[in-house]
Structure formats: structure tokens, C-alpha cells
């Protein structure tokens, strides 16, 4: 069975941090690359952070750039999100997603919420 955990979330003040983790099973962790989403109320899914599968290259959207830090560890089968200087426009619902050409798996969601 695939899943996808994450875990890690919560609420913090404006300029705190948070680390958000995908624990992965039921697949080959190592051949899928990995992103984390996010939803915010009345707004459309959106990607923030993305790692390639073999070689760990990373794609931060604008709006992160500097604050977050994507990374994988291939031993745990985790994926963490390493958050920095949270905003409160990074409220949102965050996602964990596993993507290998036709296959393309989603964890249920974890919540981060940013108080100003």
C-alpha cells in the first residue's frame, strides 16, 4: 500500500520556523522525485518545492527562495521541508507529492498555520 505521511506541522508566529516531514512506503523511494504543495483557503493548489529523484536538484518557487529548504534522506524514505522566516501568507494546507513518469502519489495534508 502507498503511502505518504507528513507530519510536522502547526501553528507559529510570523518569523518562526517549522519542519515539515513525508515519511514514504509502499514504493521505491529512491526513483521518485518529490514535492510539497499547498492549498490555501479560496486559492488553488500551488507547488512550493520540488528534488529531483537521482540527482537532488531542487526548485524553489519565488516566494521561497532563501526561506525553505527542500531535502530527502533515501536511507528513511523522508522527505523534509525545512521552513524559515514563515509569513502569514504561507498559511496553507501543505502536500507531500511522489512523482515517477505515470505514477503520482499524495499524502492527505498537513496544516501550517503563521499568527502575525
Known amino acids: 500500500e502507498v503511502q505518504l505521511v507528513e507530519s510536522g506541522g502547526g501553528l507559529v508566529q510570523a518569523g518562526g520556523s517549522l519542519r515539515l516531514s513525508c515519511v514514504v512506503s509502499g514504493f521505491s523511494f529512491d526513483d521518485y522525485a518529490f514535492g510539497w504543495f499547498r492549498q490555501a483557503p479560496g486559492k488553488e493548489r500551488e507547488g512550493v518545492s520540488c528534488i529531483s529523484s537521482r540527482t537532488g536538484s531542487t526548485y524553489y518557487q519565488d516566494s521561497v527562495k532563501g526561506r525553505f529548504t527542500i531535502s530527502r534522506d533515501n536511507a528513511k524514505n523522508t522527505v523534509y521541508l525545512q521552513m524559515n522566516s514563515l509569513k502569514p501568507e504561507d498559511t496553507a494546507v501543505y502536500y507531500c507529492?511522489?512523482?515517477?513518469?505515470?505514477?503520482?502519489?499524495w499524502g492527505q495534508g498537513i496544516q501550517v498555520t503563521v499568527s502575525s
Open positions: 507529492n511522489a512523482e515517477q513518469l505515470v505514477d503520482d502519489y
